[in-house]
Structure formats: C-alpha cells, structure tokens
C-alpha cells in the first residue's frame, strides 16, 4: 500500500473516531427518560416516570415560580397563572443557560387541587417541553406564600 493510501486511512480512522467520541459525550450529556412498559404511561398526562443524570453533571435547582408577571400582578384565573409561571420557569432556565431539555424533575404546587385543572396542567407542561417531559410531581396544597397564588412550580435541572 502506498504511503500516501495510509495516511489517508489513518486521517480517516482518526477523524472517525474523534466524530464518534464526540457524538459519545453528547450522548452522556443529555437525560435519559425512562417509562417501564410495566407501569402506566404517564406522557399523555405530561410527564415522564423517571430520568436519568448524567455521570458528573452540575445540578441547579430553580425556586418555585409562581403566576406573578414582572410587575408582580397576579391574575386571579388558574390558567393564567399557570401559563405566566411557566413563562417565568423559561424565564430562569434562559438565565441558567438551559433549555427545557435540561429540566430532570418538576414539582408543582396546585391550591385546592381538582381533576379540571389538570388539562391546564398537562397543556402548559407540554407546550414547554414538547416530548422530552421531565418526572413530575403534584402536590395539592390548601394555599401558597401569597394568598391569591393558586399555582407554583419549582425545577431541577441539569447543566452541561
């Protein structure tokens, strides 16, 4: 084989390897969503039953984040709430450097919890996060920090 046909090999092999190294570390570098077979599917209802952190990965976590808008008004609709704190959730992800793909873990806090506000619910959680839903957690609570708040939502993310 010529010298210059082996060089080439070689560049090529090199080359392939460091492109598969990099797709490698991406690959760690995202979360893994897990929905066993053997448990009820929960995406219809807008989250994930687990997710996987990468080995080694920075974690923030994001305080709840409620209805308010910049001025601190508060809407009394719950819907409207709902959509200004996942707004204001972008808002601190954008901050972080982070994008919902990156959220492992929401908790949400709903005041005097019923079954009808669960298709506000699962509309909001998807317009952020599309299909990579994070798990989640809904806790029913009687009131929140300020009286007129009837939703909050508090985060876990994972930084690159």
Known sequence: MSRTLTQLLIGGLFI???GASTATMADETRLSIVNPPNLFDPTPN???T???????????????QGGQDSTGGLSP???AQVKQAYANLGAALQGLGAKP?????????V????MSKLGVLTEAVK???GDTLPAQTLVPVPKLAVDPMLFEVEAIVVLN
């Not at 793909?101 to 806090?109: E, G, I, P, S």
């Not at 005041?111 to 019923?114: A, G």
């Open 16 to 18: 392939m390897t460091a």
């Open 46 to 48: 807008g989250y994930s």
């Open 50 to 64: 687990a997710v996987i952190v990468p080995a080694g990965a920075r974690i923030a976590y994001i305080s709840g």
């Open 77 to 79: 609709d719950f819907a």
């Open 101 to 109: 793909d990156q959220v492992a873990k929401l908790t949400l806090f």
């Open 111 to 114: 005041v005097d919890h019923d």
């Open 127 to 129: 317009a952020m996060f």
